[in-house]
Every structure is written in C-alpha cells, then in structure tokens.
C-alpha cells in the first residue's frame, strides 16, 4: 500500500492512478513500449481483459462505457497499437462516449527519431479525441490520469488520450521515481463545462412548448449520457408530446409507450420522419441535427420552431439555427422545465395535443414497419429479431454492427429500458459489434448481452470470440448472414442500376460454425424459419460459454423505408407493399395538410 | 485573399494556456472545419503560464459565432475576446524589399518617409524598408510600394488589444454567455 509522500516509480503510479480513477475493468494489448506499465499489472486489482487486436480493446472499452456509463479504459503499446485505436477513438469522439486510452510511447531521447515502433500518437489523434496529452515527467502521471478522466467524463464526453513514454516508467530510471500524491485539484483554466442552463432560456423553451400545437421531442444520444431517461418520460407525459429516438437513442423512451414514435431518419419509419417535417416545434433534445436525421437540410422541419437542448454550446446553430437555445445537461435541463412548466399552470397550461396525436396514430396504423411476412422458404431478417426480442429477457443489452442488420436491429427490436441499445452512430464503424458486447458484458455481467452482426462485420473482429471464451465472457453473436455486404448491394441496387461491384462475400468461406467452434464457441446455423425459436432458445439457456448462430438470412433483402442520400424527409421511400398507397395520399395531398394550414395561418 | 481589416474578416484575441502543441491544435481545429486564417499571431503573456494569439479569419468561411465556439471546445482556450475595429487598437508590421533604381529610388524613399517608415537595408538597385500602422495602412503602403515592384515581403498579421476604457466582449470558459 502505498501512501501519500511514499517513493514511487513511474509504472506503478501509472496503475495506481487508475486504481484511484476508480478502475475496475481495462482492456489492452501489451507491447515494447508499454512493457513497464504491464508488470505492476500482476499485483493491481483492476481486471484487465487481453483482446486480439487493439481495435477490439478500444470498442470493449465504449461498449463498456455504453453500457455502465463509467469510462472505459484501454491500455495499448506505441506505434501500430496507437494506429490500431484509432478508428475506437474516432467512434468515441463522434458518439460522445466517456473513454481514457493509454498508449505507450518510445523513450523521450527516441521521440522525433523515427525510432522502432514511434509514431506522433497525439499528433494523429489530435482531432478524434476530446484532449490528448504527451507526458514528459513521472512526477506528472498522477495529474493527467486525473485531469484525462475528469475531461473523459464531464461536459459533452469523448476519449481522451494518455500518451506515455516508456522511460518515465522504467523502474530503472532513477528519474522515473516521485513522492506518490493523488491530486484533490485540478488545473484547468480553460474547461469548466456549463451544466445549469441559464433560467431564462428555460423559461423561454417552456413558453414554445406550451403554445405548440404539434410539437416533437427530438430525442438523441445526449439524453443518455446524462441519465436523464426518466426526466424525459416525465416531460413527455407532462406535456403529452411524442417522442423519436434517434439511432444513438434508442431505449432512452419505451418504445411501448403510446408517445413513443420510433426512430427517425434515414432509416426511420414514416411516423417518425413525417412528424418531424410536420411538426410546429421540434425540442432537439442532446441531438445535433446529424445528417443521417435530417437529409436535406433545408427541407427538415420546414414549419417547426427549434428548442435546442445541447450541453455542447458549438452543437447550437452548428447545422440549424434555434429559436431557443437552451445550454446545458439534458436531465437538469428537462427537471427545470418541468419545474417551469409547474409554475406556469402545469399540464393544463399546455396547448391541446388531441388532434395531433390522432393525426399521427392514423399514420402509425397506415403505415407501419414492415416486411413480407409470407414470404416462404426464405428466413426475414426482421423475423429473426422479433424471435430474438421475444424470446430474450427484457432487460437484454444489444450490440450491433454497422450497416442493414444494424438498422433492422433498430427497427424491430422493442427498447423499453435505457442502456440496452449500444451501436456505432456517427463513425458507422464495420466491426463494433463483438468486442462492443465484450465490454458491455464486462460491464454488466449478469445480464443477456447478444451482438446482432453481419457476415462483413463479423469477419472484421470475429476473432474477438477468442478473447470472449478465453476470458470467460459468454456474449452471444446472432449472425445475420445475407453473405453480402448488404447495406452497400442494396444502394448499389437501388442507386447503381443493380451492378454488383464488390459486394458478394459467399456463403461457404469462412464456415461460420466451425470458425466459431475453434474459438471456443457453441456454434449453430439456422435456415429454416421453424428451428428460430427453439435455437434461441438454447442460446439463451448457455451462459457459461459465447454461442455463435449463423442465421442464413434472405439475401437480397432491403431496408425501408428509405430516404436517399442528401433527399427530402417529404420523399421518404416506404415498404414496396405501402408505396403506391403512399403515393396516392401524396398525390392526393392528404399528408401535407396539416402543415399547409398551418403556414397559412402563420401567414394571416 | 483577404487582407486584415477588410470588411469580411474579424480579430479575435485567444487567450489560452501555455502548453506544448498549443498552436498545433488552434490551426488543426481551423484546418478540419475548414475555416481560413488570414493572419495568426502567437506570444507569450505577462502570465507566462498563458500565451495569446491573435487571429485574423475570414468571416466568409464560417460564422464567426461557430468558430469562437469550436476554438472554445480545446481544452487549453481560457478566453477569447471578439474585437470588433471601434473597440480595438489593431498594429502591423510589414517588412518589403522593393526594386528602387537610380531613377525611382527618390520617390521609394519619399513614400517612406511618408508612412513613417524606415531604410532597413539597401543595395544597388534594391531597398528593404519597413513600416508599422493599422492594417488599413499597411494595405495602402504595400499597394503604393507594388508600383515600383516588390522582390519579397512580409506582413506580420495583426496584433490587436482593446482600447484603454472599452470594454469588449469576451467569452470566458464556463460561461454561455459573454460578459463585458
């Protein structure tokens, strides 16, 4: 045990620095460079979880942070370890996901030599991390494992990036040796997030939100991050407005709540899109207007007034300008309109919703997510995840990939709990969906955790099954193998005149069952749709062991409703079995009514 | 391009913390959301736990609201100041080496003299003069200076601090809002 003033070196206060940061999990890699930091390993308390690449450590390290909503925590070498973690720490960045990396860096006399295994980790990471240092001095590893967790964790989260050279941990190194402190202080002139919006930009959302007639919470990933699922059900209810939950929102509102819309966006279902583009007030709430939301920007919500909750003050008027801007932590942010909202007369103070609520139950009822459910001899991918959430316990947490499964995962999976719904939204990364679950089943080990993944993905990290039977995480893989990398077949059917470049993966190579057996796994395959069942079934009954289930799915399903890159929500493609009924109401106009009513009364 | 203290570029000083690679995530974050800098300065305070740049950028590439915002996500920015030309005294410094022979070199040296500015080397046939004024003047003196034909020249970028007694607005980290 090592007290405050006691002689250390620089390793060990590297390890215990984490142990004070509150550690318990970290996934890594060791290396040259990072040798030293590995050996006080053996004696910490902290589990360290060995992966097979770099990259798998980085997405454990969100899936675990998605999942507990603690930072995840990797370690890695220099060099090609630090070029590894790229890719998790663009994805960390984009989704706002709390993470401290570590990586190792050749001795400070090597740096800017092109010595072995060095390359400028906090030049290349510079603008995929929250903040990122290079430290120079043993004495100062305490401080920034402290200041990178506090960055990692407070305000909009991200990755931040620990650079250390490996001569300030060489026990060996007489410079490598300081009085241990862990610092109570830190010095950061320059961060001090804002959390409390400021009363009168409340006051000002509220007014918007009492008079809307048709108004929408827009609900994206920062409800999540601040905890703040249960305010949000409160102001829904409270003011009886619908709720979307994008991609990165998912479970952040029962989506068996009568308020809940679903997903909007490019793959959303029509409720969600169209509620958007005929809403009168959109309450943007920790969503950025993200393109794959929006489409065509200046289409979005053509007739909607803005209320933009963001703690990120550059997220407001980055893509859309709001009418109301609101600067602050999600959770606060709702409690105090809700505060507000009592003040000023309660739910009886809130403009009626009946006909609104009507209006898009008559679209939810017309125009529902679907597929052919008749289709005979083929097994539906959306079939597949109805079983699946069906036959799982309620509380399963789901990892996805990136690409059509990703999105029928989204779709047909019914989230009624926050934290249950971990993917890759702003990076889109190929791969996530293994070593994500590891984490997340890391992190939350008595719960069912299945990755939904493609062929494609799974090929790029399937080999982190390894690290899931050697280091007893039993996760479970639901395989949707279409044996082609679906998501770009089907753009290049839709959009390329059906010319198949480069997409079709086989059937036959690898052999996902046996691929997975030799890593350990219990390994199924399911063609029929009559064995579903009863093969999930057995998957969820194994939990000493991963499961792998091949499900050799249709392979030239596609994705709807679709609206095409850079298009109007208004033209939002449906199911091929609505379409011409949609076309028909379009024709009719029947669908814009109420908007155009609306402008016309803004207009007098 | 742009020249300091034309209508479609503003000054912001940016306060931030002293520290290695400072300078390198300022022009890497301009670089990425594709904002342009017309001039960038770059010293230390009388903190010298702070440094100050002076950034000169162009309005037309981004809101300048949007820029000051995203330079406010480093975690090394402390403050930045917006000023705007009444508000502010705003210095440049221009060094030129001009084609001055025998038969122009008189009327080089006059427009010197002129601007206030000085002789710093001469050769036969050449003249490396410098002068200090407004952005506004150094743009004048340089495009007077181009009729005789300019070898090289350097401009400093703006230096810029607000006027004693005139508050301006300056966004501190912590804060929505700016305070005066």
């Known amino acids: 045990m090592t007290t405050p003033g006691q002689r250390i070196d620089g390793a060990s206060a590297l390890i215990k620095s984490l142990e004070a940061a509150d550690v318990e999990v970290m996934f890594g890699y060791p290396g040259g460079a990072i040798l030293p930091a590995y050996d006080p390993i053996l004696d910490s308390g902290i589990r360290h979880v060995l992966v097979r690449h770099e990259q798998a450590a980085g997405h454990a390290a969100e899936g675990y942070a998605h999942a507990t909503g603690k930072p995840g925590v990797v370690v890695v070498t220099s060099g090609p370890a630090a070029t590894n973690v790229v890719t998790p720490l663009a994805d960390a960045m984009l989704d706002s996901v709390p993470m401290v990396c570590i990586t190792g860096q050749v001795a400070l006399p090597a740096i800017g030599t092109d010595a072995f295994q060095e390359c400028d980790t906090t030049g290349i990471t510079r603008s995929i991390t929250k903040h990122n240092t290079l430290v120079t001095r043993a004495e100062d590893i305490p401080m920034a494992i402290a200041e990178a967790f506090h960055i990692a964790t407070t305000g909009r989260p991200g990755p931040v990036l620990v650079d250390v050279p490996k001569d300030i941990v060489s026990p060996a190194n007489p410079d490598a040796w300081f009085d241990w402190y862990w610092p109570t202080e830190l010095n950061l002139p320059g961060y001090q997030p804002d959390m409390t919006p400021s009363a009168s930009s409340i006051a000002d959302a509220v007014e918007l939100i009492r008079s809307a007639e048709r108004p929408v919470l827009y609900v994206g990933g920062g409800v999540l991050k601040a905890r703040g699922a249960e305010a949000l059900l409160a102001l829904a209810e409270r003011t009886n407005t619908p709720v979307v939950t994008t991609l990165m929102a998912r479970g952040a509102f029962p989506d068996s709540h009568e308020l809940c819309l679903g997903m909007p966006g490019m793959h959303g279902n029509y409720t969600a899109i169209t509620a958007i583009q005929q809403a009168d007030l959109l309450i943007a709430m920790g969503s950025r207007f993200d393109d794959r939301v929006t489409g065509k920007v200046g289409a979005f919500a053509p007739g909607a007034k803005i209320v933009h909750v963001d703690i990120d003050p550059a997220e407001h008027g980055k893509v859309r300008r709001p009418d109301v801007s609101v600067v602050g932590d999600c959770r606060i942010a709702m409690e105090q309109m809700l505060t507000r909202l009592a003040e000023v007369g309660g739910a009886e103070a809130v403009a009626d919703h009946t006909a609104w609520r009507s209006t898009l139950s008559g679209w939810q009822e017309k125009y529902p997510l679907t597929y052919d459910r008749e289709a005979t001899g083929e097994l539906k991918p959306q079939y597949v995840l109805e079983r699946l959430a069906e036959l799982s316990p309620d509380d399963t947490i789901v990892t996805s990939g990136v690409g059509q499964h990703q999105m029928w995962a989204s779709q047909y999976w019914q989230f009624d709990h926050p934290y249950t719904w971990i993917n890759s939204g702003g990076l889109g990364t190929m791969g996530f969906s293994v070593p994500a679950a590891l984490g997340a089943k890391m992190g939350m080990p008595d719960r069912t955790v299945w990755a939904v993944d493609g062929d494609g993905n799974f090929q790029m990290t399937g080999q982190e099954m390894i690290t899931a039977t050697v280091e007893n995480i039993p996760i479970k893989v639901a395989l949707l193998n279409n044996s082609y990398l679906g998501m770009v077949r089907q753009w290049q059917e839709l959009f390329y005149d059906r010319r198949y470049s480069e997409v079709s993966f086989g059937r036959d190579f690898p052999d996902y069952v046996k691929w997975s057996e030799s890593m350990g796994a219990v390994a199924f395959r399911v063609e029929d749709p009559d064995e579903v069942d009863d093969v999930i079934a057995q998957a969820n009954e194994i939990n000493d062991r991963p499961v792998v289930v091949d499900f050799r799915i249709a392979e030239e399903e596609n994705v709807y409703p679709m609206v095409p890159a850079g298009g109007s929500n208004d033209d939002v493609i449906v199911d091929p079995s609505q379409q011409s009924m949609l076309d028909a109401d379009r024709a009719a106009g029947a669908l814009g009514a109420d908007r155009r009513a609306a402008s016309k009364e803004s207009q007098r | ?180």
Not at chain 2, 57 to 63: K, L, T
Not at chain 2, 105 to 119: A, C, H, M, N, P
Not at chain 2, 127 to 132: D, H, I, K, N, R
Request: charge should be negative; proline fraction near 7%; charged fraction near 20%.
């Open chain 2, 1 to 180: 391009m742009n020249r300091p203290g034309t209508m479609s570029s503003h000054t912001i000083a940016v306060l931030v913390e002293n520290k290695a690679g400072v300078l390198a995530r300022v022009a890497d974050l301009f670089a990425r959301r594709g904002y342009n800098i017309v001039s960038l300065n770059v010293a230390p305070t009388t903190d010298p736990t702070m440094s100050r740049f002076t950034i000169v950028v162009d309005a037309e590439s981004a809101p300048i609201e949007q820029i000051v915002k995203q330079l406010f996500k480093l975690i090394n920015v402390v403050e930045i100041a917006q000023l705007g030309p009444p508000d502010v005294v705003e210095r440049e410094l221009i060094l030129a080496t001009v084609e001055a022979p025998q038969e122009s070199r008189s009327q080089v040296l006059e427009l010197v003299d002129i601007f206030k500015g000085r002789i710093l080397a001469v050769s036969t046939g050449k003249l490396t003069v410098s002068m200090e004024g407004t952005p506004d003047k150094v743009n004048d003196f340089e495009a007077l200076l181009s009729d005789y034909g300019i070898v090289e020249v350097q401009r400093s970028g703006v230096m810029a601090l607000p006027k004693v007694g005139r508050p301006v607005p300056r966004l501190r980290a912590g804060s929505a809002e700016p305070t005066v």
